[in-house]
């Protein structure tokens, strides 16, 4: 019986239903790296305005304030899906995509930026929810496929997003055409604009190609389980999770790295736009969408091509420690950049960056998947855990960037503009270091 209810379900969701799941995920994406290229360059413009000094503080707030808010709803919207059902809920999150992007575009104060930033991560809450939909509708043999379809969907929305930003920033100062228009006045208006148009087509797709994936009967009738409840159940689960050996320090491991890398989130842009005479390298919203899409382009083919190889000869913890160590170097190379062959260095910088997360993150994930189920711990608990985990790590980062680079900026020494990125090197070698506390050998992870 339990079949046939599936059976149908299964059947309705077609090509249609998993390429609105992919472009719900990827819009998200999109939105979260769209602004990454001008972000900077619109807080500078909007705190002069209000005679602020602190920018970097304020990017930082910028930056976190849409992980801070995805990491908050996210067991709200999902708890909402189990209720009345997954279409209903995606589809609210891309109305909440379409009003929130055009209002950041809009955005003439610091405030209204970080409001509408906020909420635009509130309604992105809901990749949980699509993950929920593939898993109602998939056998276990689809499974896998269809999530690494949520997978490849990040990667290329992150690559998308940072290219289209910067290209499309300021337009009136490079075509005519917009020249005494609201583009003009609201010179980062045209990427929201698109990324909000880009979310009315998924909208239409998904009420025409998204069927429900949870039958009636299936649906929960529960209403006790509060946010609190939830907030106090995941922390619980960290809590016991960190408390195991092997488990624990991959966990601490993942952590620490996640921290290091989304320090750079906000302070690479900042240190890029710098005028050439204060150490920076002047570039353009273009120059850094550029470098972003080649950090996504790059993140793609690894995690593509070269990981499995590279797994099969080395094993997953080498390739895991590799990693952080190729990260780590990239990061802390960042601010000696030289304006001689600027381009050529950037790309070596940023592509062993890139290279670096590329392999440490499916290792991450393939170790604690590996260490799960030689360790007996239910796998949905450990998932569950590192993730809640690596969203403080996300939301952390950023505040704790954005906040060294306005205190040591205007510095000289020991500590000045260089130090954020010194911080990120740091933490990536600290990963390194930790990592050599999880035991796990290749021949254990080739009988996985």
């Known amino acids: 019986m339990d079949d046939d209810v599936h059976a149908p379900s299964t059947l309705d969701a077609g090509k249609g239903a998993l390429v609105v799941l992919f472009l ?61 059902g997954r279409r209903p809920v995606l589809m609210i999150g891309l109305v909440g995509n379409t009003v929130f ?35 109602d509708v998939s056998t276990p043999k689809q499974l896998a496929t269809r999530m690494g379809l949520i997978g490849a969907a990040f990667g290329l929305g992150f690559t998308i997003g940072p290219f289209l930003g910067g290209e499309l920033s300021a337009p009136a100062e490079r075509w005519d055409v917009f020249a005494g228009t609201v583009l003009e006045t609201h010179p980062y208006l045209l990427p929201c604009l698109l ?12 009420f025409r190609y998204l069927p429900e994936s949870l039958v009636p009967e299936a649906r929960s009738t529960r209403t006790t389980k509060t946010w609190t409840a939830t907030m106090k159940r995941t922390a619980s689960n960290v809590q016991r999770m960190l408390g195991t050996k092997n488990i624990g320090s991959l966990m601490w491991v993942t952590f620490l790295y996640m921290f290091g890398f989304t320090v750079m989130h906000a302070v690479f842009i900042l240190y890029t736009q710098m005028d050439p005479s204060t150490g920076g390298l002047g570039f353009s919203e273009a120059d850094n969408g550029r470098i972003f899409a080649l950090i996504g382009i790059l993140g793609i083919i690894t995690q593509g091509g070269l990981i499995g190889p590279l797994t099969r ?6 390739i895991l420690r590799f990693g952080s160590v190729l990260s780590g170097i990239g990061l802390i190379l960042i601010p000696y950049s030289t304006l001689d062959f600027v381009w050529a260095w950037m790309i070596f910088i940023t592509g062993g960056i890139a290279i670096g997360n590329g392999l ?39 505040l704790t960037g954005g906040y060294v680079w306005t205190i040591t900026v205007d510095r000289t020494g020991f500590f000045d503009y260089h ?21 796990f050998s290749d021949a254990e992870q080739t009988s996985q």
């Open 24 to 84: 719900v995920t990827m819009i998200d994406m999109i939105g979260f790296g769209i602004v990454i290229p001008f972000l900077t360059y619109l807080v500078e413009d909007l705190a002069a305005d209000q005679n602020i000094t602190s920018t970097g503080i304020w990017v930082g707030l910028l930056m976190t304030s849409y992980s801070a808010a995805q990491f908050l709803f996210s067991p709200i919207w999902g708890g909402l899906s189990d209720r009345i």
């Open 101 to 135: 992007f055009t209002m950041f575009g809009l955005a003439n104060t610091l405030l209204m930026a970080l409001v509408a930033r906020f909420l635009a991560g509130v309604f992105n809450g809901n990749i949980a929810v699509a993950r929920a939909y593939i898993g």
């Open 195 to 206: 990324a909000s148009v880009l979310s009315i087509v998924s909208l239409l797709l998904a």
């Open 313 to 318: 000869k080395f094993g997953s913890l080498f």
């Open 360 to 398: 440490f993150q499916p290792s991450s994930s393939t170790l604690l998947t590996s260490l799960a189920r030689r360790d007996d711990y239910e796998l949905g608990a450990v998932m569950g855990s590192q993730e809640s985990l690596s969203s403080f790590a996300r939301i952390l980062g950023p």
């Open 419 to 439: 130090t954020a990125f010194h911080i990120c090197g740091v933490l990536m070698m600290l990963a390194f270091l930790l990592s050599f506390k999880v035991e």
